[in-house]
């Protein structure tokens, strides 16, 4: 996702004047050292590289050129998936438990890489039971059990 | 020399023995998982520990994490996506020395290094722990506030080719660094009301987040589904050549020193010896070019470097009981919990416990070689793995290492949003190593700079009046002004005609 | 696991086979909001060897760290009150309201059992000029605010809170000390010696090593009674006449709505517990102080703790609220 520094310099420069923004809301309690000072210098530096950055660019500013990944449907999903991958396990793994969504989870993932259907359902158990185990049983990470609580 | 044999004898029990062969593999397979870091591996063996003899409990925790430390190398070189923190410093170097088919040169040589580097860890710690530790006592928040800005001045080094967005990610890393309740008045900053965000975003959230979850992202945007015959060509021996660790004698000796000089003073440690001792390398090299492109050198400094840092840090833990790193302040809790109070007395009143230490220490980094070798065949059985395998399974790691970071769901949404943002960056030539340098040294900057000015009263004079100060402050200046004068010569002596902008 | 198993497996037909069975029949959780090998997890799990002895069920302590201990202690307080899910409460929990982090007050908690009480202490550097602590709050009275400076904590933690409470008590202004925060003990007892800072209010077993090394010296506990492990040092309220005891501390505690009988058979367990020999031997080998409040003495304690701690927080110009 190549963009011209025109455009993200602007969005740092915009990124760091929100942080030195926000900074000058914090409330300073008598006596103490400020709480605004550091978020400030650093809000004020991003603001001044990003402008810099935006003002260096400015020639450039409509080259966008498209990613090669645009229009390679297997790409694309790949790079879909992960974000969602993680935004549903996120969601769900409290209520259902990590191995109920490890697993499907695993599974799609194999097959949106091109595995076929059989392989990445073998896959998909092992994995999606072996890494959730291996993390509650040998490093005792309290991991939500959710569907099957019944059965651990 | 009695206590020394009393020593052995305590080390040399089936027990301890067998915890040590357990732990370095326990070790090993933390270390491995991207994000789960040295520190976590052991905190995780604590509940375990309290079932143990002192000496095996400590045996537990020191061959853990040295050989974590180790092992975080392993996906950095073969997946560019460091296992520890302490890895990211160099990870793009191992990555690319593997590349080139050169293992031994890259991991192997980070195994030779990590075992050289604290071996002069541990004979720092045993020859002058108590010179040490009053070397670093006389260490107040000024002279922490200077060492730090010091560590800052590091991203200058790290940030590639383009210093403006080095600084842009660096600005950014700071400014995660300050997210969460403020450290002097406890008011909340950029939390929006969010409870999770009370006590600062994660910084090993933010690890997975910017190198396994941006690193996957690439890889699916580019992938072919192409089978290739060999992905790596990873045929080369395990081991560097003799020749190869004599060349990098300096740069092992430069980062074992600096590595332990770090490590002793609390609050820095594994982590910022292995940017440190980085950094130093380049500029002491005759080849600073090939930094961030396989450089062999800075490799072996900065894995040097971290293991030193593990030894250098029970410096001060064991003679004033004032914890060195993250890890050491575990230790400190373990010790009490045994029964031994760490402090000056710890030396004569369990003169035989701290020989068992300084043994441990020894066998457990002289272990690091045959576990190395084991790790290196377990990496190039990992990548042999077709990519529709390995990355689902990857995946899933990251997202159960971030769960496991505070057993909270929030840390995922971290990952997602620092590894979008950092594709994105990456995708636009931003660096990522200065926004980790940010996120590790931004509260110690804050913190001590915050510290300070209420000690002086605002007095500005305070921060340069002390000798060791002074000598840091100057040296600060010195290397942030030193580059920016050199840029203005080269500009004026360049002809402004043929003069491209960096880009 | 197949312990787990089998456990679960009994479960389950019980709670098929009868409506009310006798708690506790399966495995229970203690939250603690704090990492894992800290000083807060030790207690914890020492705690929950006990109860596991007591009530026959395995007792698992989770680590819920991050948000200053607010997301922990939070969780305590929303989990299913079944008795299953307990959580390990540390002192900050009287504080997170005042300072505004939490809507939850110390007050809302379900008391079970405070286990810990650590007194804290006056610790000044070996070459300090004070030899007493009415010495000291003389000093403090006499010289500008901002002279004198504490550290070893951070802002409006239970041991700065009792520093600034002992001030109070004696009417010496406790706006008069500059705390200097810091993160843990440690780094204040390093500021302490390379001269930094004058005071360290922090608990005397944190401060051992520091005085065997000769660096630091403690002038007075905020105890009721001096401490066995260290008997030459007097307390506040003899140094001074004024009677005055504050520290940190730790225990059980439940989410509201538990039913009655479940609540009692807790309390008993963890009042068996904190009164055991084991437990007494445990905390006094480490240098905490062991502590047996029942529920009621409990719900006391953390009724007048919070309004005395947000006194003083509102006093130091901590506090984010009013009231």
Redesign the interface.
Known sequence: MRLPDFWTGLAFAAFGLAIALIARGFPVPAGAASPRLFPTIIGAAMALMGAAIALRGLRNAADFTMPEWLGKPRRMALMAYLPLAIVVFALTAPTYGTIAVAVPIMIVHCMIYGLKPLPAVAMGLVAGTAIPLAFSELLGIPLPYGLIEGLL | MDAFIAGLDLVFQTEVILTIVVSALFGLFVGMIPGLSATMAVALLVPVTFTMSPVAALATIITCSAMSIFAGDVPGAFLRIPGTPSSAAYTNDMNDLVKAGRVGDALGMSAVASVLGGIIGTIALILCAPLLADFALNFSSFEYFWLALLGLSCATLVAGDDALKGGISLMLGLFMAVVGLDFVTGIQRYTFGNMNLQGGIGFISVMIGAFAFAELMRRASVFTGQRLEVRLDVSGRPMPAAKTIWQQRKSITRGGVLGTLIGVLPGAGADIAAWVAYAVSKRFSKNPEQFGRGSVEGVAGASSANNAALSGSYVPTLVFGIPGDSITAIVVGVLILKGIQPGPLVFSQSADMVNALYIIFLISNLLLVPFAILAIYMGRFAISLRDEVLYPVIMLLCMFGAYAVSNNIFELWIVLATGLLVWVMNENDYPTAPLILGLVLGQVVEQNFMSSIIKADGNMMMFVNRPVAAALAIITLIVWFFPLIGVLRRRTARDPATDTPLS | ?MK??MI?AA??AVSAGTAIAEYPERPI?MIVAW?????T??IA?VVAAGLEKELGVTV?????????G??GH?EMLTTRPDGYTIGFASAEIASYYW????QFKATDFNPIGLVNFDPSAFHVAADSEWQDLPAALEAIKSQPA?TY?T?GM???AAYHLAFAGLLKANGVDP?LV???????A??G???L?????QIIPSSL?EG???M??E?SRPIAVLAEERLAAFPDVPTATEATGVEFSGGTWRGVVGPQGLEAEVAEKLAAAVQAVATSEEFTTFMN???FGAAAYNPEEFEAFLASQHTSVGEIMNDL??A?RQE
């Open positions: 696991m787990k198993l679960a479960g389950i959780t990492n894992a090998g800290g000083g997890d030790a799990r698992n302590v989770v680590n819920k760290p991050g948000g200053g607010v997301i939070s300072a505004g982090n939490a901002g400076k550290s951070g802002a409006g706006m500059t705390h200097v925060p810091s993160q843990g440690a780094p007892f390093q500021e010696a390379s001269g930094g800072v077993p051992l090593s520091m065997q090394a660096r080998d480490k240098g110009g901590l984010q």
